[in-house]
């Protein structure tokens, strides 16, 4: 099995709710298992239209599914729990990203693993730092609290 970092965002309805429907719904996947889930941070929305704070979280898990079945699934589960992708950056209900899979790195047009902007982002950094600070960026080759505490020095977030 593989371990896996989720991202989970929402900010569009009961977002605490959101959130751990949608931690129901990805522990309940064929051949996951749950690690590690974070406390919510409430977030302000980086990029995109004006739009409510988030709630976001992390969450780890091992699965022997492959990282495209897992993005389907995701976005299945998205789809389900209502999520209508209007606008880039936009509100939502719900929001499922693979942060990490494993230490593989994945560039293809379905699918970017390490996710691209994970390193410049204070609130995917910040709950999976609380959950797994010592997973090694497989591209940065620094840990997740290396790299949350030198993004916190600096000024910038994407």
Not at 14 to 38: C, E
Not at 118 to 146: D, G, W, Y
Request: charged content about 20%; hydrophobic content about 40%.
């Amino acid at each position: 099995m593989i371990q896996v970092c989720i991202g989970l965002g929402s900010n569009v309805g009961n977002r605490a709710k959101n959130l751990l429907s949608a931690y129901g719904h990805i522990i309940a996947l064929i051949d996951t298992q749950p690690v590690k889930f974070s406390k919510f941070y409430e977030t302000i929305p980086v990029g995109g239209p004006p739009q409510p704070m988030f709630l976001n979280a992390a969450l780890s898990i091992r699965t022997s599914l492959p990282s495209s079945q897992l993005l389907s699934q995701f976005q299945r589960i998205e789809k389900e729990m209502g999520r209508v992708r209007t606008q880039k950056w936009g509100p939502r209900i719900i929001d499922i990203d693979i942060l990490l899979y494993g230490d593989e790195i994945i560039n293809n047009n379905q699918l970017k693993i390490p996710h691209p902007l994970m390193h410049v982002r204070t609130f995917v950094l910040e709950p999976l730092a609380e959950i797994e600070p010592n997973i090694v960026h497989p591209i940065f080759k620094k840990t997740i609290h290396q790299l949350y505490n030198e993004l916190r020095t600096s000024d910038s977030t994407v």
